[in-house]
């Protein structure tokens, strides 16, 4: 006989069928899913400004491309989604979130600040705008006590002067240019690859309805496509190289 049923007159349910949790979880299950999703994203919305008033970062509103001295194939200044920054690194192995991360077009570095608190070997956010490039590594130097990435830093630089190391290894581009201005800097991907063939992850945002250039590169592929914030009118996708290393393809 067990010692609880000589203290009690009676055997309580086991926890886990618990009045109180299978109400929670039947609460939970009444909120469907999309509604669910909702307010994880409102959550995280607002906890990501909190942090960021706490700190005094600024990361936040839109700029256009006008206004930055930007040709109609470079785009102005807005920010990614907290929450769709965290879904579009989700489906990588571990292995691939451990090494130089590119952000192309970092603007204020919003993507830059999100990757330098993971444990990156190299997080590198590439800006054309000096103004946008001094507010970013303003919130990078406010936000060090949070840094797990060995190395942060921003470049002044036109992404197509942009010399890509050959540990590159997860690039991402949330819809900084189109064009040529993307096919010169996808030239340098791949003549970077060919320099150093490696396993490679490119994670690209655009709006729908824009031409995919990558989609058009025949030396990448589709691998996995991420349900965004905006995913009305933006579409994510992330590409890896045909050929990793020797020739193999690998998944
Ligand atoms: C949509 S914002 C992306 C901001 C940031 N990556 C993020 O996820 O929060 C695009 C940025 O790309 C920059 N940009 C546009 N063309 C560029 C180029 N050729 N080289 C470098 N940066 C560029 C713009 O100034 C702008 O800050």
């Known amino acids: 006989m067990n010692r ?15 009045r ?7 609460g939970i299950g009444a909120v469907r899913q999309p509604k669910r999703e909702l307010m994880t994203r409102t959550l ?8 960021e008033l706490l700190h005094g970062l600024d990361t936040t509103g839109s700029i256009d491309a006008s206004e930055l001295g930007h040709d109609e194939q ?21 292995e691939d979130r451990r090494g130089t991360f590119i952000d192309y077009g970092c603007g204020k570095g919003r993507a830059v600040l999100l990757a330098s608190f993971r444990h990156f070997r190299e997080v590198i956010g590439v ?15 406010r936000s060090a006590t949070w840094r797990r990435a060995a190395s942060v830093r921003i470049v002044e630089q036109d992404a197509t002067q942009f010399v ?11 819809n900084p240019f189109r064009g ?56 994510l996708t992330i590409y ?4 990793f290393g020797n020739g193999r393809d690998s998944s």
């Open 4 to 18: 609880q049923a000589n203290i009690l007159p009676f055997t309580p349910p086991p926890l886990t069928h618990s």
């Open 240 to 243: 890896r190289p045909l050929a």
């Open 180 to 235: 040529a201005v993307m096919a010169e800097v996808l030239g340098q991907i791949r003549a970077s690859l060919a320099r150093r063939p490696r396993r490679m992850h490119l994670i690209y945002a655009l709006p729908n309805t824009d031409p995919d250039a990558m989609a058009e590169c025949s030396w990448l592929r589709p691998w996995r496509s991420v349900s965004t914030c905006n995913h009305a009118w933006e579409k």
């Open 44 to 51: 995280y919305r607002f906890a990501w400004r909190a942090f």
């Open 164 to 174: 890509v190391p050959d540990d590159a290894d997860l690039l991402f581009f949330y």
């Open 74 to 94: 470079r785009f102005g200044y807005q920010p990614i989604d907290y929450h769709t920054f965290l879904a579009a690194l989700r489906p990588l192995a571990k």
């Open 20 to 26: 109180p949790r299978r109400w929670l979880r039947a």
């Open 127 to 141: 800006e054309r705008s000096a103004e946008l490039c001094a507010i970013a590594r303003r919130n990078i130097e």
